[in-house]
């Protein structure tokens, strides 16, 4: 008996010690940031991943670009209407076919106050690409040779070919971060920015102060912020909060725990949470498409008519009417999106769902249907089981061309292997999504010229190739329009794209603060950095 | 066998067992289909860009180069660097490991306070209605899912009560006292969960054995001497009863673990199991050979430890 009181004291003790030393310890009150200025109050904002690198200029997680984006600016934003506007910089283009420029506001200060110079741009773009840091901003590099402070106020970008997108690609795209705190650490690649040296130097409406990994991201004001109207940013803090999925977010904004909903809602609940007391729903114009790409690696789908056949064997209409609720358009079938209001071109319609129609082109492609009605073909469609709208639609599509007797199998897969199997070529249709196709030149660089990285339909047609090329070293803006409707003319007619639609993006928001100011993409939503730095609570 | 040899040897079949994990968790992990590469950067990178990418991690190289230089870098304690992050794994590991440490040992405890005393009562009322209704709550128990309790507790104490938060570990700006309240408050229903999915095995191992211990001689024979139900039950019946429980809870911590990924995920509680959950989905290698590492580790050191305390208690179990 006694050893057993020893024992179970023992056990009780070791496990009271146990707890006890593992507990986290409690915050002391000077760690985080007191609330000053114009408004008291904290904003909190819902995301459903942590922060992967706090370095802005690597990766390319959306919750990473939210957060770093309040803390490190682009020299570019971008309008409803999908052009370029002024943002750090104040003026952009080209000196000559190979040197573009960029000229910046002489205002700005970092916020250990130094001066943002053009020198600090020069050195992020170079350093980028000099270390080759891995994430979207390198990607667009491609073509840059080197970056040149001319002035305070003035960057050079010698660039290896003429290239007619690149200069308002890097400015949406890219950050400026500062010289004198990045150079010391070495390779841009290889700092991980988190902190832990004296904490963070940046140039936007707030400043991290604080985080605790897996829960919670606090920014805290920065007074002086010429970028926002008043010069002041309206919220005392920023708290980006971690929960497991859009839908348990939507369960902490009810209960208050959040204001904001920094992912865009699911089609489906964007009605309901219109209706509820206490909610905003706002919205943003789509920068994406989702897509289904034809493989002309496959023999059957080589053939065009099998690809017109597949085009007009999928009821557009539905998909966005049923899973998509209304909230996406058509974009005529095209890649040149009506968001994207210069390039778009009317006389580029979709493509009709008519199943005989479909019928008469396989039987053109020299195909003969069974009894049944069936064509002895069989394509196998690839999409990621995370991606709910397109899980649900690939099965519509499914259903529809069994209507034309073309057999799809679907092959739904966690998102790893389904990147894997795209990278791959390993199937015969593509279902997907792109979020943001900002600028027509480089999309169709990307999606249609051999090699292009996102090139998932293996074109290579010389007529569109010689296009694209021309529309990539054409500086006037009328001629490079007309270019590319010629080369969009030309995918629609060969379907060596099949647009589905652009998702409207809706966002949900407590109503007891006003002030955001939406724009385009889930990217940039109402959670960029003016529209947070104009926010205000409801009087 | 003395106890210095007893406890030798099982420390030496869990470092064993702890190579085999280390090693079947790195092969494992590089069959997963995937490109860690994608994760990287974007997926319309160009194949140069990836390629420079997977040479900068090492991935370029043969699967034995692989393990042979992490093998080399884990014996000096070298856990890497994340894919992703860009820091130690160490560092990411440590900074989730307090809160998983919190959530498991207090769903422990609770699991045992609650376990051991419901299968006692059950034991002891054999055929009666409170027996029948502990058996209840036991089968029922050991057939719930994580995932659907946690998220019927959100919904129903969490939504429609406001009795306690959607999710994360404490309320920001709290300090003092009231930031160790917000935490208790945010640690009930993950803690209640993983107790939920537990407490089951604990009550029908508890019963059964403590019914059988209940039929043996020497049970009789103390009945035979007049002493008292009571005085049998817990001084008697209940130490060679708890026997297998103890072994039940180093077996389960596994499952506690396992258990601490969902109820992490699920109500966004920092820990290990959603910094898991986050590294899977990004295919960070280091930071999940490191969490792998370090939960084989917590098991076949928990199990080694069970064993030494089951030695200790059944003294035949070191002869054997």
Redesign the interface.
Known sequence: ?KH?KF?ALGAAAA?AV??AG???S????GE?SGSTGPSDE?I?IGTT??V??F?PV????RTDSWITNLMYPHLLSISDDGTKEAHVATDWGYVDDTTGFYEIRDDLTWSDGEPLTAEDVAWTLNAVKRD?A???F??QL?NLDTATAVSDTRVELTLTQPDSSIIEEIGFWGVVVPKHVFDPQGSI????N?GSDGGWVGMGPFIMSDF?????Y?LERVEDYPLVDGGVPGPAEV?Y????DVN?EI??L??G?IDVIANALPPAQVEQLSNTDGLQVIEAPGLGYAHLVYNMDKPDLAKTEVRQALAHAVDYEAIRTVVLQGQAVSTGSSALMPVLAKYYDESVTEYEFDPEKSRELMEKAGYTADAGGNFPVSFRLIYSLQDSVTSQWAQMVKDSAAEAGITIELQG?E???Y?????EGDYDIYAGNFAIMDDPVTNFA?SYLP?G??NYTHVDDSDLNALIEEGMVTFDEDDKISIMREANKIVHEQVYDNIMYTQNLFFAASDEWAGFISKPSELLSIVNPLSLASAHPVE | MSRASFILRRAGRGLLTIWFAVTVTFLLLRL????P???????????A?RA??LE?YGLDQPLIVQYGLYMWQLLQGNLGISF????PVLD?LL?????T??LT??A??LTIIIGIPLGVAAASHKGRFIDRAVQIVGVTGQSLFVPSVAILL??VF??NL?WF??????T??T??LE??LS?AQHLVLPAVSLMLIQVGSYVLTMRSTLIETLGEDYILLAKANGLRGRRILW?HAL?NALLPTTTLIGLQLGFLVGGAVLTE???????IG??IY?AV???DFPVLQGAFLMLAATVVVANTLTDI?YG??DPRVKTS
């Open positions: 008996m057993s024992l496990l146990g707890l593992c507990a986290p409690a915050p002391e009150p985080s904290t909190s991943t942590d992967v690198n370095n690597l990766g390319n997680s080759q891995p994430g979207t390198y990607g491609g690649a290889e700092f991980a988190d605790q990994v897996g829960q919670h606090t708290v909060r971690v929960y497991p348990t369960l902490a009810q209960s725990e897969t998102r790893n292997t990147l894997s199997q795209t990278s990307l090699g990285a996102i | 997963l289909p995937g490109d590469a994608l994760a990287l950067a974007s997926p319309n990178m160009t194949d860009i420079t990418i900068q992703t992050q860009s820091i990411v900074q989730r490991l307090p809160w440490l919190l040992m207090t422990l405890v959100l919904f969490g939504l406001g938060p959607i999710g994360g570990a404490y920001n700006n300090y003092g930031w160790y935490v001084k130490r995920t699920v109500f966004a509680y920092p820990g959603r910094g986050e989905t990004q295919l305390v200790y208690l």
